[in-house]
DNA sequence: ATCATAGATTGAAACGTTTCAATAACATAC
DNA sequence: GTATGTTATTGAAACGTTTCAATCTATGAT
């Protein structure tokens, strides 16, 4: 492997010269530049990214953090922050479990964004104390080392909700996710938040966990009863989905029997008969302004805290 | 950030002493090694891994490049290496497009695993001059360099295909997945291999490209056509899925008017009615055994070229 | 006491860059 | 021909480790 060094014997010069020309420093005319760069390119020279980081001090790295390669990662989200990144000269890398870990502990990256539901906040607190700026997604944390941001889910549940008492619904059940979860709590504060300020409160709940299993399930629990909602929000697509599967076998209406909601809008959403209305984020961009607060932190400029705004997409489910 | 010099200052002992200390080797007695660990504890220190990485030439960090987060990104199989890397005190990134050629060029990691579609050959050869090693992942490739490991879709395929013949079947369709890829083509020659054993060849084919509307797009061509095969075989689990579906809705039995076969083994062929009959590798100790290839070459091992070996799950479409 | 030996500790070089500050080379003007 | 300024080049320190080889210290044997 030739070095800078070699470089600059085969080119007569200093190592200095080799290094400011290799890095367009314009104090090095045009002209030996290119040479330099000639000699460098023919000795397949490539510069030790170890050596730059130690004397740097940097590596123009960042790293996402996510739970599971197959869990629901929202790969909008990832190559959003990828598009953004490779914008401003950035390198990403992604990992999990200890390998994320290993990284954060030798600051090996620049920066972090995390979406590792398996990272505990105390480790979190823990870890912020020697590395920085770290973005934490989904999740709130009062730690002025870690900057949050979360997608506006009471919000956009707010105005979901009002969207549906404005069609007359009165008797509205809730279908939970997995409890204590941001996403779960906040978009259920959401809909109380328009149901109190019509002097109303929540008909039934039921706990599921974000799968569609569990909205099966869930159907099933509610056609067994005696007092009926007329209307079923949920705080997600896949229970939504699964909700409306089963009550549709059993031959009920949407609408009609039931008005159903869901949130996410994910792909399959758009395509159910009845088509469910939801709540769109777009992920893609989401991940650019992730990724540009993120660079921003970096270069500890101030920023300011951002929620993701949600789109109300109005189908035919209720 | 305190660096080892902190560590010794406070510890009263040169850097060196820390040094050892710290990477636990025993010329240093336990007791002042503990003495000196509890210290860089307390005043929070981590080693730099630029330092390190620059003094001792490598970084102890694997990359596995994908083509895509939202892809069929076997998660399983990144499970897999990322245990065994793990097991070996190896760190796992994994990256695409531009943050991989980043990642390769300026030698951050000391292997690499690559099942990314989007590197040409060329540019992978081209690579493997200054970087090694690399494992390419189903795609094989003549260059020294290069250690490529494959799945032995040929064997799987035949031995399948034989599976079918002994049930009967004669008139047998083939249906491609993306043409000239590795996956189809070998699975495709497995197939022609058992058929021509058999004085047989291949009834009619059609091309899809993996997906399951592929497959339901074939199933029309299959039923608008006069001449009817007996048996579908297909190149994944997700044609065959799609293909089946479209079948029965158009009041065909499977079996019985069709037999239908994938390749793969996805989650759903399991609970499809009829089950569906594929070949099954298990992914996650496949991942594992390249992880140990490739640690057997960052070691400068020599190790023996492998395959993945499909286990036939017999199950009820044909 | 003296010596050898093993154990504990350390100084210094090296890894390959970047970058400050100093020098060298060269015009230009007087 | 000297002074002045501009441009080009370079030496050397620094980044934070690891590790060789040398020194120092204590232990026990003679």
Chains 1, 2 share one sequence.
Not at 19 to 46: C, W
Not at 67 to 76: I, K, L, R
Not at 295 to 300: C, D, P, R, V, Y
């Amino acid at each position: 492997m030739p070095t800078i060094k070699d470089v600059a014997r085969i080119a007569n010069c200093s190592i200095s010269t080799v290094s400011y020309a290799l890095n367009n420093d314009r104090r090095i005319p045009e002209k030996t530049a290119n040479r330099i760069k000639k000699i460098a390119d023919d000795l397949g020279y490539l510069p030790s990214a170890a050596a730059r980081n130690l004397k740097k001090q940097n590596t123009n790295t960042v790293l996402v953090a996510i739970s599971d390669f197959g869990g629901p990662v929202y790969h909008e989200l990832l190559d959003g922050i990828h598009h953004k990144l490779g914008k401003n000269k950035y390198t990403m890398i992604v990992s999990t479990g200890f390998s994320t870990e290993n990284l954060l502990k030798e600051k090996t990256v620049d920066g972090a964004i995390i979406s590792d539901i398996n990272i505990t906040n105390k480790t979190l607190k823990q870890v912020s104390k020697t590395f920085r700026p770290i973005i934490i997604l989904d999740r709130s944390l009062d730690d002025e080392n870690i900057f949050d941001m979360t997608i506006d889910n009471h919000n956009a549940m707010y105005r979901l909700t009002n969207d549906v008492l404005s069609k007359g619904y009165r008797k509205i059940a809730f279908v939970h996710g997995v409890k204590k979860t941001f996403d779960n709590e906040s978009r259920f504060a959401g809909f109380n938040h328009a149901l109190n300020e019509h002097g109303l409160s929540v008909y039934q709940e039921f706990v599921g966990n974000f799968t569609k299993p569990s909205g099966q399930k869930i159907a099933q629990e509610i056609l067994n009863q005696n007092e009926q909602p007329d209307m079923i929000v949920c705080a997600n697509d896949e229970m939504a989905l699964g909700i409306m599967e089963t009550l549709q076998i059993n031959g009920k209406n949407i609408p009609g029997d039931y008005g159903v909601s869901g949130f996410d809008d994910i792909e399959l959403s758009r395509y159910f008969k009845p088509s469910l209305t939801s709540v769109r984020i777009n992920r893609f961009s989401w991940g650019e302004r992730i990724a540009d607060t993120l660079i921003h932190l970096m270069k500890s400029e101030s920023t300011s805290a951002q929620k993701a705004h949600g789109e109300l997409i109005i189908r035919e489910s209720y």
